[in-house]
């Protein structure tokens, strides 16, 4: 089975599990795990923030931040489709007592210009605009990256109203390895970053969240709070270690591959690939009606061995990984090409 659901899907590697049990552990609840440490001063290095803490999920890191970073009855500032706001089942707003203000975007991206007069005043009818939050690179929006210029501008724009501002980057080393430029430099304009082990880089578990060592001591009471402290986390750690050292580089192996698979969507009549180029290892196409719903397109293509994710009605998400091989992905273009008669 070829599996393009997601970059989730990975096992680790016979030689990532000899790390794993060769990972020394503690408790790092009751005070430390050294395997955690060395991941967590590895993580705030790589992104040049003072401190990291690492976590099971995403979904928990960025809640986290949201929960540090603003008080019940703040609200937050985010684009549309993004996985805060679409994924993480309003998390902010059952767990933090926060409310979201969207900001429509073109594959994840939004403009300067689109946040004028978006700060509220200080009135005792409104919400308090407290933060905002990028995604990079975007899901939703087929692994796009935001463009440097504009976050740096955005984080400018947001510390000049007053805002802290989050970067949601499940897969900001995507984004560093198809720009050239380090994580560190991606990550700069934020107060606080997210990003994902257990994506692209192959880890079977975990994330991290980075910032000042004031803001990541409050994310740690906070993680107990949430029910994310965990024991001998090393394990995990040493999975996520392993994969910064040997897994970073080669995700332009999954660029390449994911582009091969757009080449043959453009091929093809009736499917229309997103933003018309894939930047990264995301591929999102929309279906003609005519040629039938996603649904059908990914049961037909998985009678072929080929497992997509159906991501919207008429939308269809093809993620590349490191379980898969130049060969399957020949074999997924060649399916493709088969269902539509080419
Ligand atoms: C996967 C993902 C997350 C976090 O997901 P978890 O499954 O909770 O680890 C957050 N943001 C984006 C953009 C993601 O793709």
């Keep these: 089975m070829i599996d393009l659901r997601s970059d989730t899907v990975t096992r680790p590697t016979p030689d990532m599990l000899q790390a794993m049990m060769r990972a020394p552990v503690g408790d790092d609840v009751i005070d430390i795990d050294p395997t955690v440490v060395q991941l967590q001063e590895k993580t705030a290095e790589l992104l040049g923030k003072e401190a990291a803490i690492f976590m099971p999920s995403g979904t928990m890191t960025n809640q ?28 902010f707003a059952q767990l933090s007592g926060l409310v979201a203000r969207t900001i429509p975007g073109h594959c994840g991206v939004f403009g300067l210009d689109q ?36 976050v740096e501008s955005i984080c400018a724009w947001a510390k000049h109203h007053g805002l802290c501002s989050h970067l949601d980057g499940a897969r900001l080393f995507n984004a560093a390895v198809a720009t050239g430029r380090s994580v560190g430099e991606l990550a700069a304009p934020f107060d606080s970053v997210s990003v994902c082990f257990s994506k692209g880089l192959g880890a079977p578990v975990g994330s991290c969240l980075a910032g000042t060592k004031e803001f990541v001591a409050k994310a740690r009471r906070a993680r107990k709070l949430f029910g994310g402290g965990m024991r001998q986390a090393g394990y995990l750690a040493a999975a996520a270690l392993y994969a910064l050292e040997h897994h970073v580089d080669r995700l332009a192996v999954d660029h390449a591959h994911a582009n091969r698979l757009a080449e043959t969507v453009q091929e093809l009549e009736g499917l229309h690939l997103l933003g018309g180029s894939v930047e990264t290892n995301i ?22 061995g080929v497992q997509v994710m159906a991501f919207g009605p008429q939308s269809i998400r093809m993620v590349t990984h490191l379980d898969l091989s130049a060969s399957d992905i020949e074999t997924a273009c060649s399916a493709m090409r088969r269902l539509l008669g080419r």
């Design 115 to 150: 946040l004028d007069g978006m700060v509220r005043p200080d009135n005792e009818h409104m919400v308090r605009t407290r933060l905002i939050c990028l995604e990079n690179t975007s899901n939703r929006g087929g692994g796009s990256i935001f463009p440097q210029s504009l």
């Design 283 to 304: 591929v999102i196409f929309k279906i003609e009606p005519k040629l039938g719903t996603a649904a059908d397109f990914a049961r037909r293509l998985l009678e072929e």
């Design 64 to 91: 986290i931040a949201l929960r540090v970073h603003c008080s019940p009855g703040d609200e937050f500032l985010c684009e549309t489709e993004c996985h805060i706001y679409n994924y993480e089942q309003g998390a």
